[in-house]
């Protein structure tokens, strides 16, 4: 159970499917069932065979599922769990899936909008390696046996090159070593929270954080209370559904507020750098006259084209970057060989 892996795609078909067979009145165990020939994912099939032995003896759906709570998480399970003691099973899993979809192609669009300056960074790096270790080692020896003064940036060139070539494993194995700590540091929560705390602040990126951060917990948040969940559940759940730890502490905070009576959105107006306020004030509205669910789905909406829009601005500027940095360093490299022979090349005065 500790290494069963569901990708995303696969939660979406579960819930969708099974929530055709429930409409379409099937028994629950039948349709579970059917939906574990359908799918591709072998752990996912162990995991429905198991649910179907859980429901023969008297379980509810929701009780099966936590046991794999690690593969689905907190909101999946308490969607279902909503629906089972509402009776509204069927329309739940269909909420479900379309919320699980719609966070994929969010994480789909961010990635996709990233390829192309990822692609011109990859290339660039294998660039480097390529001239550094192969093609530049043979070429500057003869440089240095023209017996002329080499310009600066010719003996940087060379200092890299020997450098390279004399302590390039020291420096590989030195990178990976600095890789394996960073990844161990973030295994402290506190490391991470940290961190997401940083994050927030840098200029561009912290934008589009905060963005895709109020698109996930506007939906989750929103789904939650559309099903049923009490809003002290909603926003303990939805916490957990966000990634950035420090937003999450801030939500999980705001619990305590709500218990005690307060106005979640008087909660979040205190903290406007990362809930705007317009988010408060729309959260507000929802709160005095019942239609909460409505403005945190319209939210979530207007949010995501914000995010579109970000993604749009941050690869407007990196892509020039990239390839400004990738012209500087083939510059510098053609400039640092080209000099001396032109040097060389002079007539004496």
């Known amino acids: 159970m500790l290494f069963l892996s569901v990708p995303v795609q696969e939660k979406i078909n579960f819930a969708r499917h099974l929530h055709l067979t429930v409409k379409s009145g099937l028994a629950l165990v039948d349709g579970l069932k059917l939906v574990e020939k359908q799918t591709s994912s072998g752990s996912l099939r162990k995991i ?35 629906g089972e003691k509402s009776g509204k099973l069927s329309e739940n899993l269909l909420h ?32 480097t390696i390529f001239l550094v270790f192969f093609i530049l080692p043979k070429i500057l020896p ?11 940036s010719t003996r940087i060139l060379i200092f890299i090159v020997n450098m ?22 973030f295994q402290f929560s506190f490391v991470r929270f940290f961190f997401h705390r940083i994050v927030l602040y840098i200029p561009i990126v912290s934008g589009l ?43 999980l905070f705001s619990v305590e507020h709500v218990r005690k009576g307060e106005q979640v959105a008087d909660y979040f107006a205190k903290h406007q750098y990362l809930f705007p306020i317009m988010f408060s004030n729309l959260l507000k509205i929802g709160e005095s006259t019942g239609h909460l669910e409505s403005n945190l789905f319209y939210l979530s909406e207007y949010y995501e ?28 490299v053609a400039i640092s060989i080209i000099l001396p022979i032109y040097k060389i090349s002079q007539p004496a005065v």
């Open 209 to 251: 954080t905060r963005r895709v951060t109020l698109v996930d917990f506007s939906r989750s948040f929103g789904l939650l209370l559309q099903s049923g969940v009490s809003i002290v559940d909603a926003l303990t759940i939805s916490a957990g559904t966000i990634r950035n730890l420090y937003y999450r502490q801030l939500i």
């Open 142 to 152: 003869v440089l240095q046996d023209l017996h002329v003064a080499l310009p600066l």
């Open 48 to 82: 429905i065979s198991r649910l179907v032995a859980d429901l023969n003896s008297g379980k509810f759906l929701s009780e099966g599922l936590s046991r794999y709570r690690s593969v689905f998480g907190d909101f999946f399970i308490s969607i279902v769990q909503v």
């Open 305 to 332: 084209g914000e995010v579109d829009d970000s993604v749009r601005g941050l690869t407007a500027i990196m892509e020039p970057l990239l390839l400004l940095f990738m012209g500087l360093m083939v510059g510098f």
């Open 164 to 185: 390279s070539t004399q302590f390039g494993l020291y420096i590989l194995g030195g990178g990976i070593i600095l890789l394996i700590c960073v990844r161990a540091l």
């Open 96 to 127: 479900l899936s379309l919320e699980l979809r719609k966070k994929k192609e969010l994480q789909s669009k961010i990635v996709g909008a990233l390829v192309y300056p990822i692609i011109i960074f990859v290339a660039t790096i294998g660039i």
